[in-house]
């Protein structure tokens, strides 16, 4: 069975571009969640989508988006990007079930560094 | 914000010996599960524990759970270098989905 795929492995942007990620789940798992990694605040909580929908949101601006296509396959985007958006971008799939009660599997992230 | 809060933040110990890394969290749980990264890696999960349970094995690794203090223990026994990583605790957000509070992490270092 096919890992959790993550596009692009690295990615070089600067200030005030935007850019797209792009997360490839596990087969049959319909729940995709994003998080934000950086040394000074750790791993941090993006967003989950589930069947298409968005379950849960976590606590940045609205510059960051995301969505899950029917195959559920998921994007997120960065708009007028910062220095402050360098980070790894990583997605994780499961099952979806409540209280997360599956283990989640993750993708190798994206690396995106801006200048 | 972080749910779970790691400690030691840094282990260094030699092959062979244990590694013991304590996780506490704030609010009520369903679970909480451990995961582990390599640099420059994704996580790997490790274990889940459900609330209603007090320890939980798998191969060299031991997993406790006291909801009472709100703490758990993540212990490795005769570490090799290859579990040279970061391991996290995370808890789940929500009944209503998957996501993931981790805390700041154990960065455990082997060295033979």
């Known amino acids: 069975k096919a890992g959790v795929t993550q596009t692009p492995r690295y990615l070089i942007k600067t200030r005030g571009q935007q850019v797209t990620l792009s997360c490839s789940p596990i087969?049959?798992?319909?729940?995709v969640s994003w998080y934000q990694q950086t040394p000074g605040q750790g791993l941090q909580f993006l967003f989950e989508?589930?069947?298409?929908?968005?379950?849960n949101k976590g606590n940045f601006p609205g510059r960051f988006s995301g969505r899950q296509f029917s195959n559920s396959r998921s994007e997120m985007n960065v708009s007028t990007l910062e220095l402050g958006d360098s980070a790894l971008y990583l997605c994780?799939?499961?099952?979806?079930?409540?209280?997360?009660?599956?283990?989640?599997?993750f993708g190798d992230g994206t690396r995106l560094s801006i200048l | 914000s972080q749910q779970g809060e790691e400690d030691p933040q840094a282990l260094s110990i030699q092959e062979g010996e244990n590694a013991t890394m304590n996780c506490s969290y704030k609010t009520s749980i369903n679970n909480l599960q451990w995961y582990r990264q390599n640099s420059g890696r994704g996580l790997v999960h490790l274990i889940l524990i459900r609330s209603n349970e007090r320890e939980k094995h798998s191969g060299r690794l031991r997993v406790t759970l006291d909801t009472s203090k709100k703490s758990s223990s993540l212990l490795i026994t005769a570490s090799r270098a290859a579990d040279t990583a970061s391991y996290f605790c995370a808890t789940v957000l929500n009944q209503a989905g998957t996501a993931l509070i981790f805390g700041k992490g154990t960065t455990l270092s082997v060295s033979s």
């Open positions: 087969s049959g798992h319909r729940s």
């Open positions: 994780a799939s499961s099952l979806g079930t409540s209280w997360g009660d599956q283990p989640q599997h």
């Open positions: 989508y589930f069947s298409e929908t968005q379950r």
